[in-house]
Structure formats: structure tokens, C-alpha cells
């Protein structure tokens, strides 16, 4: 089974500054198969990102993922206050894995 | 847009079993797959399984004895019934739409729609 390694663990930015966040494989994964949700507590999780950099329906262009093989970026060009959550990263190999997660929280 | 709506008990005792309910509306349950997923307190999040409106289902090899799953196209909602449950299973419980997609020769799922979640703890 494939382990997603997300990093860091905590991001701490401020509205305005660009957020990278990093999602490892332990082993290459086709491109098609990596996605991205973002998750605040007592809301439903929403998808951000499919198939390593298509915009999920109504995401905003800030958001923009990249990468292939085993190394795989979220980018959030400008944080906006909504913006603050817990983000995942996602493979469907032969079942389904996720990250850990990194947290971006105001600095 | 379709919408997810989790329901059930919030509080189950060790060793019954934990059943959950997601009402879809905005979309019949009759096409695309459904899945359940979980996160634990300090702990990602983890899938558990999905259903088909055919009734036919996946789950997690390490809770494949405990869980089972259903549809119920007559009131378009599907349910999860997860066995023999332990503290290690107190976790806010998510039910969701699988978009699947051929590529290249690889099978891609993600998960483009949620329900809020709901909270189930295990505690006498």
C-alpha cells in the first residue's frame, strides 16, 4: 500500500503570503490518481484539487496543485481568512490512502 | 449540487454495533458509489468502504469483518453498520461521493462531495 508523507505538519502564515504544502508517495503514483481536500472542523471536508492539478467545481484560482511521481505540491498563492484548515492529500492505488495532513494556521 | 446528511446514534457502547444513515439529496444514490470514511482523534482521516446501489461493496482489508453497508434507493440513502466496536473506533464518521475515472489503464477515485460529519463515540 502507498503511504502519502504530507509536510510540514503545522504551516503558520499570514492572510496574503503564499502557502506550499508538500505530499511525499513511498512509491510513484500515476499522476491522475492524487488529490487534495481541505477540512475545518464541523464543516463537510471539500475537495480542492483531482488527478494531481484540475481545480475541484468552484475553487478558486489561488489554489493550484502540481507535481508527479513521488513528489506532489499544493500551492495556495494568497491566503485568504477562510483559507485556515487542515489539508490532506489523497491516492486511490489498490485502496484508498491518505496524508497526514498539514495544518495552516494564522501566524 | 448534491448534498450528504449523516444521522445516528452519537454515543455506542464497547462491543455493540455503531449504524449510521446518509440521506442524499440533489442527486440519486441509483448511480455513482458511496463511500464512508472516518478520522480519529490526532489521526488522518481513513476510508472504510463503499457501496454501490447494486448493493455490491469494498471495504477496508483490516475492518472487512466488522463493517457492512446498504443502499436504499427508495429513500435515497445508504447506511453503515460497524460491529464489535472499541474506543479505537470513537471518530467523527464522514459518508461521500466517489468520482471514479479511467486513465491511462489506471482506475482514479476521489471524493468530490461530503456530509458534515458526525461524532460517535465509544463509551460505556
Known amino acids: 500500500e502507498t503511504v502519502l508523507t504530507q509536510s510540514p505538519g503545522t504551516l503558520s502564515l499570514s492572510p496574503g503570503e503564499r502557502g506550499t504544502l508538500f505530499c511525499r508517495a513511498s512509491e510513484s503514483i500515476s499522476t491522475s490518481s492524487l488529490a487534495w481536500y481541505q477540512v475545518k472542523p464541523g464543516q463537510a471536508p471539500r475537495l480542492l484539487i483531482y488527478g494531481t492539478s484540475s481545480r475541484a467545481t468552484g475553487i478558486p484560482d489561488r489554489f493550484s496543485g502540481s507535481g508527479s511521481g513521488t513528489e506532489f505540491t499544493l500551492t495556495i498563492s494568497s491566503l485568504e481568512p477562510e483559507d485556515f484548515a487542515v489539508f490532506y492529500c489523497q491516492h486511490y492505488g489498490s485502496s484508498h490512502t491518505f496524508g497526514g495532513g498539514t495544518k495552516v494556521e494564522i501566524k | 449540487q448534491v448534498q450528504l446528511q449523516e444521522s445516528g446514534p452519537r454515543l455506542v457502547k464497547p462491543s455493540e454495533t455503531l449504524s449510521l444513515t446518509c440521506t442524499v439529496s440533489?442527486?440519486?444514490?441509483?448511480?455513482?458509489?458511496w463511500s464512508w470514511l472516518r478520522q480519529t482523534a490526532g489521526k488522518g482521516l481513513e476510508w472504510i468502504g463503499h457501496?454501490?446501489?447494486?448493493?455490491?461493496?469494498s471495504h477496508k482489508s483490516s475492518l472487512r469483518t466488522r463493517v457492512s453497508m446498504s443502499v436504499d434507493t427508495s429513500k435515497n440513502q445508504f447506511a453503515l453498520k460497524l460491529s464489535s466496536v472499541t474506543a479505537a473506533d470513537t471518530a467523527v464518521y464522514y459518508c461521500?461521493?466517489?468520482?471514479?475515472?479511467?486513465?491511462?489503464?489506471?482506475?482514479?477515485?476521489?471524493?468530490?462531495?461530503w456530509g458534515p460529519g458526525i461524532l460517535v463515540t465509544v463509551s460505556s
Open positions: 440533489g442527486g440519486s444514490v441509483s448511480i455513482y458509489y
Open positions: 457501496v454501490f446501489a447494486d448493493g455490491s461493496t
Open positions: 461521500a461521493r466517489d468520482i471514479r475515472r479511467f486513465e491511462s489503464g489506471y482506475l482514479s477515485i476521489w471524493f468530490d462531495s
